[in-house]
């Protein structure tokens, strides 16, 4: 792996609270750098040169973001250089070198014999910034030396002077050169127009002619009208077509025969006539009631009444059948019709644009029948209209270029005048500000570097990241004088970090009876946390069984003042019993299994099958056992306990075990069939001063 994508890796993972931790192991680091920024910046205010700065505001006329308008004829494009050159190119002319360099000149500056890089380095700056999108710009200038402040007012008032002599300067001689542009342009037209006007002269006295000119125009003007009206007759044919189309369509949709909507029934006729009966009977009702009964208005109606009641007889006595019948649909009657109509108005419109082609081929054949002669004609008459046009719009010109000479102004206008030198270099508080600053991140930058060019495991989320696990508790440092084994757990604050990691080990070991308690490296205190382990477990009430399975370097006889004689390398050899083997502890429910007589493959028997008997019996007579065990780097012994012991707590001290050590230690013991439950961060200061904060 490459080492500089490891380290940009780790400096990438950290948290804040990490990169905290970081600068505080290494602050040495940051304020050695701090002060090399410090001294760095004293010395270069010593040693650089004063520097005055004079400024002025100025008003350019000339186009700007803002106000992009330009010159809108010919004139004013020639010679207003206020507005032919926008405001960014007037600023870079301003700061040209030789404005600058003329102005240093006539303020009498001392310049050097020979202008070379270096000198021109030490001569007086000028820099000229618009003021955001308008024309407003702001000119700087900047001297060194003593004197310095004098020269940048007297450069900064001679500046602008310069620029606009430069700048009218332009001005006139591109009016001189486009007033003896625009003289001989115009010369050249009269010359041409006078050549054109003898060349017409003799054409017309060659082929004996005066104007043509109309007859060619109202031809013209016949075939293009021609030409028009045979387009409107096309696009109604087109139109006449598309609506024949169209009713053919519709009318091939359309049945033949549809059933005869005026058929009447015998049931109807009857209704029919009856009701009309009883409107007549009603109406003579009503006139009873104004006229006598033998009127003559009365018998009218008496006389219709009896003719409606034969009437009604009638139907009642008619005994023929309903019959229904077929008639011929009139909708296609009517689309016939309209078809037959546009069928001919399609032939009147292809008779009409035959008979307009016609015509507009007449007038065509009629404009070609015209003589050469006139065509030539207008060549020259056009010549001779464009010739005396552009004359008179060049001698427009010529006027306007004088006018414009005589009322040239400045395109500079003094706005603030020129504010008082002020010194700029060297700033104390800049320098120093920027060497406190600069030396901080560069302290930083290194002690970063440094930190994670170690490879140590310095953060809990690096060790989780190794290790693929989370964190269980968190132990706080206890000072080295005191005993490893917490005397008084029921009172002692720091033992309720083992209390968490038993109620931990609880939700993430599950149903486990046996723990193997390990670690990368030895010292990271693996043996102090299996033992305050065991008791905190002995004081919820669970059977405990200690068992010091560290046979390189054993210290659980050491912590609990018990003989080491009588262990478990004598259980494995077969000398005594598990029962015999087993020490009272110092609380209820603990008993301590050490580690027994030295033996020289201390490998082998944490791997035998003995062993693995061994933690089953103890599983079987307690409810917990927890397995001190070596350290996993360099070492076998906890790869081939994994044999007897597959659940592991994994204790991990900051900054003590390089990340490939502890990466190499976990890959062993997950090789051998091991599972990490989690990590136990001992001696852990942000545990330190959660406990200070809580008292």
Excluded: C
């Amino acid at each position: 792996m490459n080492p500089v994508n490891t380290v940009s890796q780790a400096i990438t993972e950290l948290s804040f609270r990490d990169v905290l931790a970081l600068l505080k192991r290494h602050q040495w680091i940051i304020w050695t750098f701090i002060i090399i920024g410090l001294a760095v910046a004293v010395a270069a205010g010593l040693i650089l040169p004063k520097a005055f700065q004079a400024q002025r505001v100025l008003i350019l006329e000339g186009r700007t973001q803002s106000n992009p308008g330009g010159a809108n004829d010919i004139v004013g494009a020639i010679t207003d250089s206020g507005i032919k050159l926008d405001v960014p190119t007037q600023i870079q002319v301003m700061e040209n070198f030789e404005v600058v360099f003329t102005s240093l000149q006539r303020i009498g500056y001392p310049l050097p014999a020979r202008l070379t890089e270096q000198n021109v380095q030490k001569l007086p700056r000028a820099t000229v910034n618009q003021i955001q999108t308008t024309s407003s710009v702001l000119l700087s200038v900047e001297a060194q030396g003593d004197d310095g402040d004098s020269w940048a007012v007297k450069l900064t008032q001679m500046i602008p002077s310069v620029f606009e002599e430069k700048i009218l300067e332009t001005q006139k001689d591109q009016v001189k050169r486009s007033f003896e542009f625009i003289t001989a342009r115009i010369e050249e037209e009269r010359s041409a127009m006078a050549k054109t006007e003898e060349d017409y002269a003799a054409y017309r006295g060659q082929n004996d002619i005066v104007d043509s000119r109309t007859e060619q125009d109202v031809r013209v003007g016949q075939l293009a009208q021609a030409d028009r009206t045979l387009a409107e007759a096309e696009s109604e044919l087109d139109q006449a077509r598309a609506a024949l189309e169209s009713i053919k369509r519709t009318k091939a949709t359309l049945p033949a025969m549809i059933d005869n909507p005026l058929v009447i029934t015998k049931g109807d006729t009857i209704v029919r006539e009856e009701a009309t009966l009883t409107s007549l009977e009603i109406q003579r009702e009503a006139l009873l009631v104004n006229n006598h009964p033998d009127s003559e208005r009365i018998k009218r109606l008496d006389a219709t009444i009896e003719a409606q009641r034969k009437n009604l007889e009638r139907a009642k006595s008619d005994r023929s059948m309903d019959v229904s019948s077929k008639v011929q649909n009139p909708m296609v009657m009517e689309y016939i019709r309209a078809e037959n109509g546009a069928v001919a108005s399609v032939q009147a419109g292809e008779a009409k644009v035959e008979r307009l082609r016609r015509i507009r081929d007449t007038w065509a054949d009629k404009l070609k029948a015209l003589p050469p002669i006139s065509v030539k004609q207008r060549e020259f008459e056009t010549k001779l209209n464009e010739s005396q046009t552009s004359i008179l719009r060049l001698i427009n010109i010529q006027n306007d270029i004088r006018l414009r000479d005589n009322a040239l102004q400045s395109p500079v206008t003094d706005l603030t005048g020129t504010y008082p030198a002020k010194q700029v270099r060297p700033s104390w508080t800049v320098n120093l500000a920027l060497g406190l600053i600069l030396g901080a991140l560069f302290g930083a930058l290194v002690a970063l570097v440094v930190d994670v060019g170690r490879d140590r495991v310095n953060t809990a989320n690096e060790a989780m990241a190794i290790a693929d696990a989370e964190i269980l508790s968190r132990i706080p440092v206890r000072s080295a004088a005191r005993e490893p084994i917490i005397a008084n757990p029921q009172k002692a604050r720091a033992f309720e970090a083992y209390r968490v990691l038993r109620s931990s080990l609880a939700l993430a070991a599950g149903s486990s009876k046996a723990l193997m308690v390990t670690s990368s490296l030895p010292r990271e205190g693996k043996s102090t946390v299996a033992g305050n382990l065991a008791v905190a477990f002995a004081l919820d009430g669970k059977r405990t069984i200690l068992i010091d399975a560290n046979l390189r370097k054993p210290v659980q006889h050491k912590f609990f003042k018990l003989p080491v004689e009588r262990g478990l390398t004598d259980v494995l050899a077969g000398k005594v019993t598990l029962d015999e083997a087993r020490k009272a502890g110092n609380v209820d429910n603990l008993t301590v299994i050490t580690a027994g007589g030295d033996t020289a493959n201390s490998t082998e028997l944490v791997g035998s099958q003995a062993m693995k008997d061994l933690v089953a019996k103890a599983t079987a007579e307690a409810d917990i056992v927890i397995v001190d065990a070596p350290a996993a780097y360099g070492y076998a012994d906890a790869q081939s306990l994994v044999n007897a012991v597959k659940d592991v707590v994994m204790v991990v001290q900051l900054e003590a075990p390089a990340k490939v050590q502890m990466r190499e230690s976990v890959g062993m013991i997950e090789f051998a069939g091991g599972q990490i439950h989690g990590l136990v961060m001992n001696k852990d200061k942000v545990a330190s001063q959660r406990a200070k904060r809580m008292g």
